[in-house]
């Protein structure tokens, strides 16, 4: 009877100890454009996280790129990139659990040229959530 006393707590407790390593995993996610154009000068854009999850921060990492955000809640940011915009990492977003990254996206509101004009058409441009 004992021994199956101690085989049950042993089962108990490597369940209890996988169960934590499953847990949601704060972390980031790199922000890549795909862009049918050479000269972007600004993009505008909305980060959103489904509830429970939440977005924790958003940082640049575009080289010689100014970064602008608001947090409006913990499940939405809104922000611009202005600078010499090219396809590739532009910035990361911090985010509660990078195992569940179909809970996050980001949209692309607009886009302008490095002078300025706004970008008629969005067709060709998207973003990608890597970690």
Known sequence: MNRNLVTLA???L????????????AGEFNVSL????????AIQFV???????????VSSACAGCKLFVVKVSDNQYKGVLTGPIVAGTLFR???SNTKLTGTYALTIQAVSN??????????????ALAP
């Open 93 to 95: 977003v911090a985010v």
């Open 34 to 41: 795909t862009t049918p154009n050479s000269d972007d000068g």
């Open 47 to 57: 980060a959103n996280a489904t509830a429970p999850e939440v977005i924790t921060g």
């Open 14 to 25: 490597a369940l209890l100890a996988t169960s934590c390593k499953e847990g949601p995993t």
């Open 114 to 127: 490095r002078a300025h004009a706004t970008r008629n058409s969005l067709t060709g441009y998207s973003v």
């Open 10 to 12: 042993g089962v108990a």
